[in-house]
């Protein structure tokens, strides 16, 4: 059966609309819709009329190059306000002779979803890790197995309440509903690893304009997940200072010169750059700009190298790390990644879809087409994780009823 799915993905330097066809186990990008971001900052809403009008810019591309309307989305969520742990959950196995059923399996992860969070944070996601029986026996599917107790290891990915209500209503504003918040590195997850190397044990950092998004995969799962208050934009800042130069002017420095080491560029190549009021153009070398550059994508690096370490998965990451978000795009950055973080490091566009080149090509799209391949999976299974789930529509349908 063919159905068509929307993905918006909501940056602080972009926002991406994406339309798909949904058609078994297909899903074929269709349309595409892309709109400066205006109103966010490190990934949070700072101003929901100019959030919601960037929305609405890119939806309505989307909607002309897809041809047709979008009136509902699943949504990217991020910033360092997204923070995750893990949880363990059980239950006594209601027929043991039968073995255990799905009641079973929902009774364990909804135990441990229940968390002693502060009232300003809400769950967005519960991912199972894995079940163990009678407390001895690691298993991945419980289903028919038999067994006296089940429990269920899962990992719990929270976002503050209200980043999460301001973003819904940005969306909403723009008149479209949201289908689901999806976790930034979640869905950037979804759309660039392999199962081997979900497998294996991989990092998957989503390096952004505005935030670094780490998630850490093991045994098939994701196990460690945790954003970072650094990006792109960080870069462009710097080349603005050290350039003496306007944003706008070193964001395109950035594009059209930049690179993240300093051996692999000619160090007497001339870069003009405009100065701030009209002033004329002043030259720099090339080696000047990259070495601006390389110093900061080698702080970035070392902190992603630190969280991984500070995560103790480190050592266990046989497939090492996958790079993609729209300031992975810098040539260079996955030598230098590899060299600070001392483990194979590679750049990755979006796997698994089919359709617009311009979109399945481009790792700054991963978050995007990861939203469309999650939505695609909802579609065919319950949602026990994303927020997007029952549990999560009842709670919205109660505080638009309840008062405060």
């Known amino acids: 059966m063919s159905d068509v799915i929307a993905a918006l993905d ?24 892309l709109a400066p971001s ?33 009136d509902r989305a699943w949504v990217s969520i991020g910033g360092a306000h997204i923070q995750s742990q893990n949880s363990r959950g059980e239950a006594i196995v209601s027929q043991a002779m039968r073995g255990v059923e799905q009641a079973d399996v929902d009774r364990a992860l909804s135990e441990a979803r229940v968390l002693a969070l502060p009232q300003e944070r809400q769950v967005l996601h519960v991912v199972p890790r894995g079940y163990w029986l009678d407390n001895s026996v690691l298993v991945r599917e419980p289903i028919g197995m038999a067994a006296h107790r089940l429990d269920a290891e899962v990992h719990v990915v929270t976002a503050l309440d209200s980043a999460a209500r301001n973003l819904t209503r940005c969306v909403e504003g723009a008149g479209v509903a949201v289908e689901g918040l999806i976790a930034q590195v979640l869905a950037a997850g979804e759309a660039v690893l392999t199962p081997n190397e979900r497998e294996m044990g991989v990092a998957c950092i989503n390096i952004g304009a505005g935030t670094t998004d780490i998630g850490v995969y093991l045994n098939g799962s994701v196990w460690h997940t945790v954003t970072l208050g650094t990006g792109g934009n960080h870069i462009t800042s710097d080349l603005a200072i050290g350039l003496h130069a306007p944003l706008e ?49 080698e702080e970035i690096c070392t902190l992603v190298q630190r969280e991984l370490r500070r995560s103790s998965f480190d050592g266990l990451l046989s497939a090492g790390a996958v790079l993609c978000g729209g300031t992975a795009n810098l040539p260079g950055i996955a030598d230098l990644a590899s060299e600070v973080m001392d483990m194979p490091v590679r750049v990755v566009a979006p796997r698994q879809v089919q359709g617009l080149t311009e979109v399945i090509g481009d790792v700054g799209q991963a978050t995007g087409v990861g939203l469309l391949l999650w939505g695609a999976r909802q579609r065919q299974t319950p949602d026990v994780e994303a927020g997007g789930g029952i549990l999560h529509r009842l709670g919205r349908i109660l505080r638009a009823i309840l008062p405060g």
């Open 10 to 33: 909501i940056g602080s330097s972009k926002v991406s609309a994406l339309v798909a066809k949904v058609d078994g186990d297909n899903v074929v990008v269709i349309g595409s819709g």
């Open 249 to 297: 002017v070193a964001e395109d420095v950035k594009l059209r010169y930049g690179h993240c080491l300093t051996r692999q560029i000619q160090p007497d190549e001339i870069v003009r750059i405009s100065g701030f009021g009209g002033d004329g153009a002043r030259e720099f070398t090339r080696e000047e700009v990259v070495r601006i550059i390389e110093a900061r994508v």
């Open 38 to 70: 205006r109103g966010m900052e490190k990934g949070v809403v700072a101003d929901i009329a100019a959030v919601s009008e960037s929305v609405g810019r890119a939806v309505e591309e989307a909607e002309r190059s897809s041809r047709y309307g979008i």
